[in-house]
């Protein structure tokens, strides 16, 4: 069954180049953000991971977690964060998931249940493992992108993206597209007019069903 927005994430067991992590426990009262590859040693997931690297501070700063899921070896993760930081020029102190039986793939619907890894395998075979999960304290998936494997991750996008469930989550209201940190926030349909003034002042009308407001400072 697939792994859909608010649906609780399995408590698994995991094996990683820290040793082992449940990971309920290890997303405690935290925002946690998993991100995916199929192989280490790949030019493409290489750039992404050092793209994390360098927002340790920013992730630190929203009070979220960050680790990823590849299904090589934990021997092999810890050779690979030598080249990730060589080029990327920052630390990699997150943890990586050892996914080498694939029980994380399957159980977060990335790959068949009955997939095998080939021998020999490249990472076409495991492509379909290029996921970002964003996940809340209640242990719930919030948001998931999922990318080929010739395209880089935009990690700034999902920098936003966090910033944007946290501020929905905090103040109950939504977001527009490509809203940033500060900007005018959307109203929900489910808050009165009279309501909505009272909590944010002044409101925007833009359509019947379309009201803007800005949160409080």
């Not at 998993?34 to 750039?47: A, E, G, I, R």
């Not at 700034?156 to 490509?178: C, G, H, S």
Request: glycine share 4%; charged share 30%.
């Amino acid at each position: 069954m697939a792994l859909r927005i608010n649906d609780e994430i399995p408590n698994l067991t995991v094996d990683t180049d820290q040793g082992s992590i449940t990971l309920h426990d290890w997303i405690g009262d935290s925002w946690a953000i998993l991100f995916s590859h199929p192989k280490d040693f790949t030019p493409v997931c290489t750039t992404e991971f050092g793209a994390v690297a360098r927002l340790m501070d920013e992730w630190e700063k929203r009070n979220t977690k960050v680790m990823g899921i590849s299904v090589d070896s934990a021997e092999e993760h810890t050779a690979w964060k030598k080249d990730i930081e060589s080029t990327s020029g920052a630390k990699a102190p997150f943890p990586i998931i050892a996914d080498e039986d694939l029980t994380v793939a399957k159980k977060f619907d990335m790959l068949p249940a009955e997939y095998v890894l080939p021998d020999g395998r490249t990472p076409a075979d495991s492509a379909t493992v290029r996921v970002v999960f964003i996940i809340g304290p209640d242990k719930k998936l919030k948001l998931s992108m999922t990318y080929p494997m010739n395209v880089g991750r935009n990690f700034a996008e999902v920098l936003r993206a966090l910033d944007a469930l946290q501020t929905a989550a905090k103040e109950n209201i939504a977001t527009p597209a490509d809203w940033q940190v500060g900007e005018d926030v959307i109203v929900p349909k489910a808050v009165s007019d009279e309501e909505a003034k009272a909590k944010y002042g002044e409101i925007e009308t833009v359509l019947p069903y379309l009201r803007k407001a800005k949160l409080p400072s």
